[in-house]
């Protein structure tokens, strides 16, 4: 079974960038997406956008469209970069393996924190 | 906006059956909307638990089953187990995107 296994805790500052990347251990991405999430403290789960390695196929949510860029290799690992960050950014970053068609979201990474500071 | 509305809390007993639901600020939730559920335990990522409505995981305990109940996605959990207690999120489909339930924490006593 694929796990996924996020980069290490981020202290930013803010106007800055962060990249969090998710390594696939004990297998590939093959034909799914990796999905980024976040959970900011006492706030509702955000999709931030996906990637579909094999295909180079990315998807955003609106609201990030404009600041985060996912990326990956074609085989085990994928990036997510938020730009222009703001204290409100400060949340845990999630990667989780999807799929072509949105079915669901099964495996997740164990989770990267974030601390944005002005 | 849309929105994803969940109860905030419900408590239930040892051995009960209790039901979560999901709903949504676009109308009656179907099986297009992809209905996932997750649960959550502080300090630790979301485990899957139902996916495509009522769809288990290979890990997903048989005690928990999803449906669609009046417009609502629906996580019902039978025999509850004292580890059950965690926090229980939806996820629906919208065209494109993912969209999370707010959650509900669920307190077995």
């Known amino acids: 079974q694929v796990q996924l296994v996020q980069s290490g805790a981020e202290v930013k500052k803010a106007g800055s960038s962060v990249n969090v990347s998710c390594n696939a251990s004990g297998g590939t991405f093959s034909s799914y997406s990796i999905d980024w999430v976040r959970q900011a403290p006492g706030q509702d789960f955000e999709w931030l956008g996906r990637i579909i390695p094999m295909l180079g196929i990315t998807n955003y949510a609106q609201k990030f469209q404009d600041r985060v860029t996912i990326t990956a290799d074609k085989s085990t690992t994928a990036y997510m970069e938020l730009s222009s960050l703001r204290s409100e950014d400060t949340a845990v970053y999630y990667c989780a393996r999807g799929d072509y068609y949105y079915y669901g979201l099964d495996v997740w990474g164990q989770g990267t924190p974030v601390t944005v500071s002005s | 906006q849309t929105v994803v509305t969940q109860e905030p809390s419900l408590t239930v007993s040892p051995g009960g059956t209790v039901t979560l639901t999901c709903a949504s600020s676009?109308?009656?939730?179907?099986?297009?909307?992809?209905p996932n559920w997750f649960q959550q335990k502080p300090g630790q990522p979301p485990r899957a638990l139902i996916y495509?409505?009522?769809s288990k995981h290979s890990w997903t305990p048989a005690r928990f089953s999803g449906s669609l109940l009046g417009g609502k996605a629906a996580l019902t959990l039978s025999g509850v187990q004292p580890e059950d207690e965690a926090d229980y999120y939806c996820?629906?489909?919208?065209?494109?995107?993912?969209?999370f339930g707010g959650g509900t924490k669920l307190t077995v006593l």
């Open positions: 676009t109308g009656a939730v179907t099986s297009g909307y992809n």
């Open positions: 495509t409505t009522s």
């Open positions: 996820l629906l489909y919208y065209g494109g995107a993912w969209v």
